[in-house]
């Protein structure tokens, strides 16, 4: 009995977070995704896509997608998405303002990273080749 109300909480729990990332569904299981949200004059914003953009090979080896979200527009930095609308990005990853965030996703869809600091693309890639999806990707 105490497994399977176990089982059910476990499935309601994993239930609520694919309803959760709704808006980048087309990313699951296909694109890891890295969102950088805050406005273009913002120097975090620059810095980050600045490190990012260096990157390229890095990026395309693990399948990442990066994406600049500001109040008005989604814009594909790196890789290329479907369209997406700023405010249910938002909604889903829960972020409240228009300050710098930056957000990782992984292929499940769940998020893997959030901080309000400037990220090395290193911190970054190590996180992602930590995780055990790349690890079996690597092999």
């Known amino acids: 009995m105490l497994k399977a109300f176990l089982l059910a ?9 694919v309803m959760a990332m709704d808006s980048t569904s087309q990313f699951t299981w ?16 620059r810095r980050q896509i600045a490190a990012l953009k260096e990157q390229t090979d ?11 979200v500001t109040p008005d527009s989604v814009t594909p930095v790196f890789g290329t998405a479907g369209e997406l609308q700023p405010a249910q ?14 957000v990782l996703i992984g292929k499940d869809g769940g998020v893997k990273l959030r901080s309000k600091d400037v990220v090395s693309d290193a911190e970054v890639f190590d996180l992602i080749d930590r995780m055990p999806m790349r690890r079996a990707e690597q092999k």
């Open 58 to 68: 890095a990026l395309g080896a693990r399948d990442m997608v990066v994406l600049q």
């Open 30 to 45: 296909r694109n890891r995704v890295l969102v950088v949200f805050g406005e273009n004059a913002d120097p975090q914003v």
């Open 89 to 102: 990005l938002r909604k889903d990853l829960k972020v409240t303002d228009d300050r710098f965030e930056i």
């Open 9 to 17: 909480a476990l499935l309601a729990g994993s239930t609520t977070e």
